[in-house]
């Protein structure tokens, strides 16, 4: 089956209904299924995830933080598979090399080496970080 990582602006667009990317996201979770990928996260996509819902309901005073956080969190779990990045010393001296041959930020190295740790064929995000990733058809980027 093939597999598709879900950045997490893609997550957070998903779950936030004000977002300008909102009906965007949730077509392309649509297409994605319907194409067939399974949908995949990290641990770190999960953690920008938290990050970014969290301060957006403080920011709106939210009651039942925590208990609104859950909920999220296990929405998101329902449709994708965590999968983790690798854990050796190699593993992790890889994440410089990706950040200069693909000119990525370390964030966005740490989520390539997650997709090619684990071999997942696709990734879908909003951001343009991937630009030299998609130029060599590492990965194919949805947006």
Do not use: W
């Not at 309901?57 to 925590?66: G, P």
């Not at 190699?90 to 989520?111: I, S, T, W």
Request: glycine residues 2%; hydrophobic residues 45%.
């Amino acid at each position: 089956m093939k597999a598709c990582y879900l950045d997490a602006n893609v997550l957070i667009a998903f779950k936030n209904e004000e977002s300008p990317f909102h009906s965007r996201s949730i077509s392309l979770l649509e297409n994605l299924l319907e194409k067939g990928y399974f949908l995949v996260v990290s641990p770190l996509v999960l953690d920008e995830f938290l990050y970014v819902v969290a301060y957006f309901l403080k920011i709106k005073k939210e009651k039942d933080l925590y208990k609104k956080l859950n909920k999220s969190l296990k929405d998101i779990l329902q449709i994708a598979k965590v999968v983790n990045p690798p854990t050796s010393r190699r593993g992790q001296l890889r994440v410089v090399e990706l950040m200069e041959k693909y000119n990525l930020h370390p964030r966005d190295a740490f989520h390539l080496l997650v997709i090619l740790f684990a071999k997942i064929e696709a990734c879908a995000t909003f951001d343009k970080d991937f630009v030299e990733v998609e130029k060599e058809k590492l990965v194919k980027i949805f947006n």
